[in-house]
């Protein structure tokens, strides 16, 4: 099956995707190298994973180009050295309109069950990247229908027709927006991370890589007192994981009592922990500043009105200074410095850094 073309209204497509995310994954020549305690990602049948494809994805994810001015790509709120988050509360779109919520680490997504802080339909990332491609509400990068003048560009950029042509060897034309979002989903796929202090520690029996401190704060994690890990659990540290062996399971969605409004219900998807220490602010609007003040939001129990949708889990517990500094010294443990500057993910365009429109 082809993916669904960009002109058909954004919603139609959306509404198309959960359709599309059954068999297994055809013989992809793809190496993922994935570490212990890692399961292979789900990856759709339409889109095997393919080094080409993730290479010319790279590029395409780093190319001012792919918006209504030239003044931002995908990079511009997923920077790798902030864990592909951008460090504000909310997205800055290409045109200066902010978005409501704000951008996510792009970390690990191949295993996101559901994509977006709310969005419980949408899960192939072949699909989520026209929403900042085309969507106008906000204005991400705000190319317009059909994007004829990007299309242009690629199919005019003797770079871009070499890479194009190794992607998709079977087309005639590879030139069109759903291989361009094939594209960008494989190279978001490849972006793992399973490098970190922790993971060296829990994984790779390496018992000197944290500290004590780090060690009784994983405890805290743990127990059923705090029970962060009953939204926070598994090797991704989020319930929204999937899986080739389950990539049809069910996302749990929570309020956390995080919504400023008392009588907003919206739930979300609990996104992973790890490269929390670079990621903040925190949270979908970007409300809270510090992991201390998460903390601080977890143990009074949330945002105090009365929230008619609050998580049963968000009941609030005591905490003393010491157990706080230690829950906080085991999640910076989660930070995987390898990833921040690996050049697999890095901007592939000479003169890097210019392109992103920063
Ligand atoms: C204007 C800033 C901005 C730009 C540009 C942008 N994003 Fe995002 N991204 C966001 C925000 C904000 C969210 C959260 C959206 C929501 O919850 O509605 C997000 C969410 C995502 C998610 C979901 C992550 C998850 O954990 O569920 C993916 C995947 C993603 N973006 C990929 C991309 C790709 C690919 C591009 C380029 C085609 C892109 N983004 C361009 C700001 C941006
Ligand atoms: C009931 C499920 C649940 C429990 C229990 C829970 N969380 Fe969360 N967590 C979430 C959800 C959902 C979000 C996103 C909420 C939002 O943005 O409104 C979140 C967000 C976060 C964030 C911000 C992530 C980001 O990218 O901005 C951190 C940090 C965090 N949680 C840490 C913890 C810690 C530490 C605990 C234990 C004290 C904990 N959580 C317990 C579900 C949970």
Redesign the pocket.
């Given at each position: 099956m082809r993916s669904p073309s960009a002109l058909l209204p954004l919603a139609a497509l959306i509404a198309l995707a959960p359709l599309a995310r059954h068999a297994r994954s055809a013989e992809p020549d793809y190496q993922w190298n994935l570490p212990k305690g890692f399961p292979v990602p789900y990856v759709p049948p339409d889109n095997p994973m393919t080094a080409a494809k993730v290479e010319l994805g790279r590029y395409l994810?780093y190319d001012a180009r792919?918006s209504v001015n030239g003044k931002?790509?995908?990079a511009?709120?997923?920077k790798q050295e902030l864990a592909f988050t951008?460090g504000r509360a909310?997205?800055?779109?290409?045109s200066g309109e902010s978005?409501t919520?704000?951008?996510?680490?792009?970390v690990n997504?191949a295993y996101?069950g559901?994509?977006?802080?709310?969005?419980q339909r949408l899960s192939r990332?072949e699909d989520?990247?026209l929403v900042?491609?085309f969507g106008d509400r906000p204005i991400?990068?705000g190319l317009p229908q059909g994007a004829p003048a990007f299309i242009g560009t690629i199919r005019a950029d003797t770079k871009y027709r070499s890479l194009f042509a190794a992607a998709f060897p079977q087309d005639a034309d590879p030139f069109t927006i759903p291989n361009v979002t094939r594209a960008?989903a494989s190279f978001?796929r490849s972006i793992i991370s399973a490098r970190s202090t922790y993971d060296r520690y829990h994984y790779g029996g390496d018992d000197s890589a944290v500290s004590e401190s780090a060690k009784q704060g994983e405890k805290l994690f743990f127990n059923q007192h705090l029970h962060c890990f009953r939204c926070h659990g598994g090797f991704n540290f989020s319930d929204a994981t999937v899986s080739e062996q389950n990539a049809d399971r069910r996302i749990a969605f929570h309020n956390t009592a995080v919504n400023l409004a008392p009588n907003d219900t919206a739930q979300f998807?609990t996104?992973t922990l790890r490269n929390i220490a670079i990621t903040a602010p925190y949270m979908?609007d970007g409300s809270i500043a510090t992991l201390d003040a998460v903390i601080d939001h977890y143990a009074v129990g949330g945002r105090q009105h009365s929230n008619l949708n609050k998580d049963p889990l968000i009941g609030g517990f005591e905490i003393s200074a010491e157990e706080r500094k230690n829950l906080i010294a085991f999640l910076e443990t989660l930070t995987d410095r390898e990833l921040l500057r690996d050049p697999r993910f890095a901007n592939p365009w000479p003169g890097a850094g210019k392109i992103d429109g920063n």
């Open positions: 994810f792919m931002a790509s995908c511009a709120c997923h951008d909310t997205g800055l779109g290409a978005h919520r704000g951008a996510m680490s792009l997504i996101s559901s994509l977006t802080w709310v969005d990332l989520q990247a900042p491609m991400e990068l960008i978001e998807k996104p979908h």
